[in-house]
């Protein structure tokens, strides 16, 4: 086939060829470099993201698309056997197929980075884990039928192919459940939200903020320090608790007091601890009751709301609430309980006197 092809081609034809292929891809890569200079001086002037769109798909035109012109151009000036022709041809139209991915996936990118950076900046995290998740699911759909158009483009069946798979495909899915199974979390996790990036959660008796969802993983990072890792499918069957989504959050503390503090002064307690929450201008007042009779304490119960979710915040009030009852307890000789246990001897019991140590015991 090659001593046909040279007889049958002059050594212009192959000039012509050469020149062909090397003109369009000298070509077509001036012409990229002028539109993607000129786009790029428009955008600069206005407020709209076509432009900028049309830059971002340009960029991603590769030289493989003047090659395959120039080839598909100059096996047209020369004389090629009908299966070689064919073979071209198809290698042409394969190469398009490719460039076309290769631009299908630039848009792809550009359009979800463009739609999900629009919004609140609290939802920012959120965003950001859905654009990842359709970001990766989209680029292996588009692949995947960039594959089969190849495929199908090179004369196999792909429908015959596909088919075959199908029992193929069941036998793997049985044998990367977990690994699907995570997927399918994670996709849950990116539609449902039951918690996004930035959030603090407790999982169990583990806490930390959301620094990554992934397909397979969840991370949080703790307050100790280190990385907390969960796959995403044990995390989705646990039970989580988001404290970021708090409104305000509510605090029950509760103090006792000794047996022997008079009643007048026990029902002076509740005003006190309501004039301690409500001096605190971050703190809203609910209740405060003498709750019952403790083992060595008269317990009282208190409810009140920090109207911020910030943990240091509920500190800085718990702390100040306290020290004001405090205050409040010594200026009127209210004594808090602390554990103690009183004896009650009765009747004629009567005590040994302890050894002195003078004399010895008599021997018997």
Same mark, same amino acid.
């Not at 001086?41 to 340009?58: C, E, G, M, P, S």
């Not at 910030?310 to 405090?326: C, P, R, S």
């Given at each position: 086939?090659?001593?046909?092809?040279?007889?049958?081609?002059?050594?212009?034809?192959?000039?012509?060829?050469?020149?062909?292929?090397?003109?369009?891809?000298?070509?077509?890569?001036?012409?990229?470099?002028?539109?993607?200079?000129?786009?790029?001086?428009?955008?600069?002037?206005?407020?709209?993201?076509?432009?900028? =769109?049309?830059?971002?798909?340009?960029?991603?035109?590769?030289?493989?698309?003047?090659?395959?012109?120039?080839?598909?151009?100059?096996?047209?000036?020369?004389?090629?056997?009908?299966?070689?022709?064919?073979?071209?041809?198809?290698? =042409?139209?394969?190469?398009?197929?490719?460039?076309?991915?290769?631009?299908?996936?630039?848009?792809?990118?550009?359009?979800?980075?463009?739609?999900?950076?629009?919004?609140?900046?609290?939802?920012?995290?959120?965003?950001?884990?859905?654009?990842?998740?359709?970001?990766?699911?989209?680029?292996?759909?588009?692949?995947?039928?960039?594959?089969?158009?190849?495929?199908?483009?090179?004369?196999?069946?792909?429908?015959?192919?596909?088919?075959?798979?199908?029992?193929?495909?069941?036998?793997?899915?049985?044998?990367?459940?977990?690994?699907?199974?995570?997927?399918?979390?994670?996709?849950?996790?990116?539609?449902?939200?039951?918690?996004?990036?930035?959030?603090?959660?407790?999982?169990?008796?583990?806490?930390?903020?959301?620094?990554?969802?992934?397909?397979?993983?969840?991370?949080?990072?703790?307050?100790?320090?280190? $990385?907390?890792?969960?796959?995403?499918?044990?995390?989705?069957?646990?039970?989580?608790?988001?404290?970021?989504?708090?409104?305000?959050?509510?605090?029950?503390?509760?103090?006792?007091?000794?047996?022997?503090?008079?009643?007048?002064?026990?029902?002076?307690?509740?005003?006190?601890?309501? $004039?301690?929450?409500?001096?605190?201008?971050?703190?809203?007042?609910?209740?405060?009751? =003498?709750?019952? =009779?403790?083992?060595?304490?008269?317990?009282?119960?208190?409810?009140?709301?920090?109207?911020?979710?910030?943990?240091?915040?509920?500190?800085?009030?718990?702390?100040?609430?306290?020290? $004001?009852?405090?205050?409040?307890?010594?200026?009127?000789?209210?004594?808090?309980?602390?554990?103690? $246990?009183?004896?009650?001897?009765?009747?004629?019991?009567?005590?040994?006197?302890?050894?002195?140590?003078?004399?010895?015991?008599?021997?018997?």
């Amino acid at each position: 086939m090659l001593r046909q092809l040279i007889a049958d081609n002059s050594t212009q034809d192959w000039l012509y060829a050469l020149l062909a292929v090397a003109g369009f891809i000298l070509v077509l890569h001036t012409l990229r470099q002028l539109v993607l200079r000129r786009l790029t001086r428009i955008a600069k002037t206005t407020d709209t993201v076509l432009d900028d =769109f049309f830059i971002d798909v340009i960029s991603a035109t590769r030289i493989l698309l003047a090659a395959a012109v120039g080839l598909y151009v100059a096996s047209h000036l020369l004389t090629l056997p009908a299966a070689l022709e064919k073979s071209v041809d198809r290698t =042409f139209v394969g190469l398009l197929i490719l460039q076309c991915g290769f631009w299908a996936n630039r848009g792809l990118v550009f359009w979800l980075r463009h739609h999900f950076s629009q919004g609140d900046e609290s939802d920012e995290g959120s965003r950001a884990m859905t654009r990842s998740l359709l970001t990766f699911l989209g680029r292996i759909v588009l692949w995947v039928l960039v594959l089969l158009l190849m495929l199908d483009n090179m004369g196999l069946n792909v429908t015959a192919l596909v088919a075959s798979l199908g029992i193929g495909g069941i036998a793997v899915a049985l044998a990367v459940q977990n690994i699907l199974g995570d997927l399918f979390a994670s996709l849950s996790i990116a539609i449902d939200k039951p918690f996004v990036i930035g959030d603090f959660v407790i999982v169990d008796d583990l806490m930390g903020n959301v620094e990554h969802v992934g397909l397979k993983t969840t991370r949080i990072r703790s307050l100790s320090g280190e $990385q907390i890792i969960f796959s995403n499918n044990d995390l989705l069957k646990s039970r989580i608790r988001n404290y970021k989504r708090m409104q305000e959050r509510r605090i029950v503390f509760a103090i006792g007091v000794t047996y022997d503090t008079p009643a007048e002064q026990l029902e002076a307690i509740p005003v006190l601890i309501r $004039q301690a929450v409500e001096a605190q201008t971050d703190a809203r007042f609910d209740r405060a009751h =003498f709750s019952g =009779f403790g083992p060595s304490s008269l317990d009282f119960e208190t409810v009140y709301h920090v109207r911020l979710p910030d943990y240091a915040l509920y500190m800085d009030v718990q702390q100040a609430i306290n020290l $004001q009852l405090v205050r409040a307890f010594t200026e009127r000789d209210i004594q808090f309980a602390f554990p103690t $246990q009183t004896l009650h001897v009765s009747g004629g019991l009567q005590l040994a006197e302890p050894w002195s140590g003078a004399g010895k015991p008599a021997k018997a």
